[in-house]
T-cell receptor, first 111, second 116 residues
Framework: GEDVEQSLFLSVREGDSSVINCTYT??????LYWYKQEPGAGLQLLTY?????DMKQDQRLTVLLNKKDKHLSLRIADTQTGDSAIYFC???????????FGTGTQLKVEL | GAVVSQHPSRVICKSGTSVKIECRSL??????MFWYRQFPKKSLMLMAT?????????EQGVEKDKFLINHASLTLSTLTVTSAHPEDSSFYIC????????????FGPGTRLTVT
């Protein structure tokens, strides 16, 4: 099966940019997603990128995809305390198919 | 966006009893729903894919007789943990696919199960 790895923890100061990284082994995913999970809650879809794209920007969020290196990143500009959460990358082949999730990165935003 | 609810949000049960968790799509019809399990500080592991009107497809290593899934209608899937044991304590999350969307699954808020 696919392995999807993320660094476990990231700490940034409020107002700085955060970059969360994800590496994967299976290149068959058609869509790559970033989800946010706040304590005790379900997952909120932040953004996604189609596998034939290199970059997608959505307000404060920028997703970069390097297919050659099988590397996905999420950049959050002007990080706020409300961005503190666990962030998961995930890959899938479409809405009707299962997702494979990364190990999750705990983002802590300090004042 | 579409809304998926889960009930209950938290449940505590005794060892040996069975617990049913409901997953509902509130404003769309979901032909496919997914059940995930999440251990503390861990990622989500897919347990099974639930298809309306047919048997669920279980992932390798998931006991289908222990985790019973029923997708009785286009808006409801249930997960029943039978003869629960403390090691079944976990956070269970469902997601549902809106057939009108090509890329997104919508996640429920999760159910925290504690087996004593």
């Amino acid at each position: 099966g696919e392995d999807v790895e993320q660094s476990l923890f990231l700490s940034v100061r409020e107002g700085d940019s955060s970059v969360i990284n994800c590496t994967y082994t299976d290149s068959s995913s058609t869509y790559l997603y970033w989800y946010k999970q706040e304590p005790g809650a379900g997952l909120q879809l932040l953004t996604y990128i189609f596998s034939n794209m290199d970059m997608k920007q959505d307000q404060r969020l920028t997703v970069l995809l390097n297919k050659k290196d099988k590397h996905l990143s999420l950049r959050i500009a002007d990080t706020q305390t409300g961005d503190s959460a666990i962030y998961f990358c995930a890959g899938g082949t479409g809405g009707g198919n299962k997702l494979t999730f990364g190990t999750g990165t705990q983002l802590k935003v300090e004042l | 966006g579409a809304v998926v609810s889960q009930h209950p949000s938290r449940v505590i049960c005794k060892s040996g009893t069975s617990v049913k968790i409901e997953c509902r799509s509130l404003d769309f019809q979901a032909t496919t729903m997914f059940w995930y399990r999440q251990f503390p500080k861990k990622s989500l592991m897919l347990m099974a894919t639930s298809n309306e009107g047919s048997k669920a497809t279980y992932e390798q290593g998931v006991e289908k007789d222990k985790f019973l899934i029923n997708h009785a209608s286009l808006t409801l899937s249930t997960l029943t943990v039978t003869s629960a044991h403390p090691e079944d304590s976990s956070f269970y999350i469902c997601s549902a696919r809106d057939p009108g969307q090509t890329y997104e699954q919508y996640f429920g808020p999760g159910t925290r199960l504690t087996v004593t």
